[in-house]
Every structure is written in C-alpha cells, then in structure tokens.
C-alpha cells in the first residue's frame, strides 16, 4: 500500500509540474507539450485561467471542458471495469 501512494504522490508532482500551473506549457519543449495533452490538470488551470483572468464565457472554453468530461468518463469506466470485490 505504501508503494502505490508513492506513486499516486509522484505521478501528482509531475502533473502539477507539467499543467503550466507555474510556467508556461509554450515554454516546455515539444515532447513535453506532446505529452502534456494526456494531463487533466492542465485542461483545468488552463480553463480557471481563461475565466479569471480573460473573462472567457462557457462557449470559449467548451473544448477544454469536454475533453476534462471525456477523460473523467473514460477513467470511471476504467475503475468500474477494474474493480473486484475482495470479500
């Protein structure tokens, strides 16, 4: 058990690393924007930015909101699929 929260904890770092929550996503070179596309948490910052700090109306972030809905889904599927009763 001790081992998956370290991995929960490291996967969570580089996620928040990489969401362009402290730098730029623009800045980071091509295979980590590549890889970035598949971070949910950057989907969210950049989403909180367009509303903070432009004013941005639903229609301008739709995109980006339903791509968060579709990962959401596809990871529930995913633990639904997985789980098994242990008792």
Known sequence: MRHAMFISWFFMMIFILMSGLFTPVESMPDWAQWVNKANPLAYFIKINRMIMLKGS???????????????????????????????
């Open 57 to 87: 109306g639903f229609s301008d972030f739709s995109g980006l909101f339903f791509g968060l809905v579709f990962y959401a889904m596809l990871t529930l599927s995913l633990a639904v699929f997985r789980y098994r009763k242990t008792s």
